[in-house]
T-cell receptor, first 114, second 111 residues
Framework: KAGVTQTPRYLIKTRGQQVTLSCSPI?????VSWYQQTPGQGLQFLFE???????NKGNFPGRFSGRQFSNSRSEMNVSTLELGDSALYLC?????????????FGSGTRLTVV | QQQVKQSPQSLIVQKGGIPIINCAYE??????FPWYQQFPGKGPALLIA?????SEKKEGRFTISFNKSAKQFSLHIMDSQPGDSATYFC??????????FGTGTSLTVIP
């Protein structure tokens, strides 16, 4: 059974640019959540989608956005990149939004903003 | 404001030792407390989880102890092995809502 797939694995962008990250959840999983991981802040919740609808949103500026497609694949977009956006972006999927069995995380996309 | 506070930040133990990682929370509405293990270059992987109606849960060499009145929970790793060297995160959530993660504990098990 394939796990959560995130692409690309690594990305280098310049300040002011925008970036789109992709996440393919485990087959059959309908909930996809996104987290930002940095050494200082740990894992911070960005947003969660279930059946193409955003259910929850974390405390991040509007430059961070996401969407989910009918096949449950999800994308997140960061516009007008700042140096502080450099982080590991993790996607996690779950069968339902109850998270009874926890998330399954992907290996992440390492974003570096220069 | 950190919803879940985790300590210590790093831990070094000898093989066979029992590392203990502690977490504390304030929100009494939290009803799900998982622990995640993360190796370099990988995403966190669910290790074990507990709900507040249980005071202890064991899965293999991993044990969660939960103290509802103190709003604290901890992870114990029995007979630790070098392969357990990783970063461990505690988390808390209200069912159906986002997870709040601790800041992580880097564990090193010396052979």
């Amino acid at each position: 059974k394939a796990g959560v797939t995130q692409t690309p694995r690594y990305l280098i962008k310049t300040r002011g640019q925008q970036v789109t990250l992709s996440c393919s959840p485990i087959s059959g999983h309908r909930s996809v959540s996104w987290y930002q991981q940095t050494p200082g802040q740990g894992l911070q919740f960005l947003f969660e989608y279930f059946s193409e609808t955003q259910r929850n949103k974390g405390n991040f500026p509007g430059r961070f956005s996401g969407r989910q497609f009918s096949n449950s694949r999800s994308e997140m977009n960061v516009s007008t990149l700042e140096l502080g956006d450099s982080a590991l972006y993790l996607c996690a999927s779950s069968l339902y939004w109850e998270f009874e069995y926890g998330y399954t995380f992907g290996s992440g996309t390492r974003l570096t903003v220069v | 404001q950190q919803q879940v506070k985790q300590s210590p930040q790093s831990l070094i133990v000898q093989k066979g030792g029992i590392p203990i990682i502690n977490c504390a929370y304030e929100n009494t509405a939290f009803d799900y407390f998982p622990w995640y293990q993360q190796f370099p270059g990988k995403g966190p992987a669910l290790l074990i989880a507990i709900r507040p109606d249980v005071s202890e849960k064991k899965e293999g060499r991993f044990t969660i102890s939960f103290n509802k009145s103190a709003k604290q929970f901890s992870l114990h790793i029995m007979d630790s092995q070098p392969g357990d060297s990783a970063t461990y995160f505690c988390a808390a959530s209200i069912t159906g809502n986002q997870f709040y993660f601790g800041t992580g504990t880097s564990l090193t098990v010396i052979p």
